[in-house]
C-alpha cells in the first residue's frame, strides 16, 4: 500500500504565502511524476504543477511566476511553494503521485487534500 501524506494547507491574505508538502510511503519502487491538483467549489479539479523524477516542470498559466514545485526523491516529497496568492487560488489542493511496484507497475495515488483560502 501506498500513502500520500499532505501538509500547509491554511488561511492566508491575498499576497501572502505557504508551502505545501506532500510525502509517499509505503511499497514504493521508483516515483516517476508527482504533481499537485485544487479544486475549488463548484468547478472540476485542475492540474496546478507537476514535476518528473528528473525534475522537469510544468505548471498552469495562472501560477507561472508565483508558484514553484520541487520534490526531493530521497524523501519521496512533493513540495508546492505558493507566493503572490490571490483569493483565486482558494481551492483544496490534492497531491497526486505517478508510483512504480517492485514489479514495475504504475499507479496512480492522491493524497487526501488540504484547504487553502486566500482572503481579499
Known amino acids: 500500500q501506498v500513502q500520500l501524506v499532505e501538509s500547509g494547507g491554511g488561511l492566508v491574505q491575498a499576497g501572502g504565502s505557504l508551502t505545501l508538502s506532500c510525502a509517499a510511503s509505503?511499497?514504493?519502487?521508483?516515483?516517476?511524476?508527482m504533481g499537485w491538483y485544487r479544486q475549488a467549489p463548484g468547478k472540476q479539479r485542475e492540474l496546478v504543477a507537476t514535476?518528473?523524477?528528473?525534475?522537469?516542470?510544468n505548471y498552469r498559466d495562472s501560477v507561472k511566476g508565483r508558484f514553484t514545485i520541487s520534490r526531493d526523491n530521497a524523501k519521496n516529497t512533493v513540495y508546492l511553494q505558493m507566493n503572490s496568492l490571490k483569493p483565486e487560488d482558494t481551492a483544496v489542493y490534492y497531491c497526486?503521485?505517478?508510483?512504480?511496484?517492485?514489479?514495475?507497475?504504475?499507479?496512480?495515488?492522491w493524497g487526501q487534500g488540504t484547504q487553502v483560502t486566500v482572503s481579499s
Open positions: 509505503g511499497s514504493i519502487f521508483s516515483i516517476d511524476a
Open positions: 514535476i518528473t523524477n528528473g525534475g522537469s516542470t
Open positions: 497526486n503521485a505517478l508510483i512504480r511496484n517492485r514489479n514495475l507497475a504504475r499507479y496512480d495515488y
